[in-house]
């Protein structure tokens, strides 16, 4: 099990921002990262859209981060462009058991836990943390 090549993407773009602390023009990112300008720029914007990176617009625009690398969180990252995170689907109450027995499954318990512990460690890393640890 992985996350999605775009988690990863966002994650790597994240970084890139947050290690270089001043703002960036997308292709620079992206070169950085090595991910096609045209996904970088797709995950940028799910990115502003969440708060995460600002935009600025011409001759010296580009991207920087929103908030501290600090406040910005693994999980804050992979919701902007997956959404909430479940180890299966029937955890997510817009689309719940075929079978009716969400309340009863023991399937659904474990992977109930699961998911649990993946998003509080997800909530746990944070930019910021990285950085540091990268010294």
Known sequence: MQITQESDYA??????LAKSKMRRDARSISEEM????RFSLKILGK???AGIVSSYK???????LAKDPRDITFKDVIEAVEGSYYMIRCLNEETPCNRG???TCS?????????EE????????TFARL?????
Request: hydrophobic share 40%; glycine share 8%; net charge positive.
């Open 118 to 125: 993946v998003n509080r460690r997800l909530e746990e890393a």
């Open 58 to 64: 011409g001759n010296k625009g580009g991207y920087e």
């Open 34 to 37: 090595g991910v096609t300008l």
């Open 107 to 115: 399937f659904r318990k474990v992977f109930c836990e699961i998911t």
């Open 47 to 49: 990115l502003v859209a």
């Open 11 to 16: 994650i790597r773009i994240v970084y890139c």
């Open 131 to 135: 950085l540091t640890q990268e010294k």
């Open 101 to 103: 027995a969400s309340e």
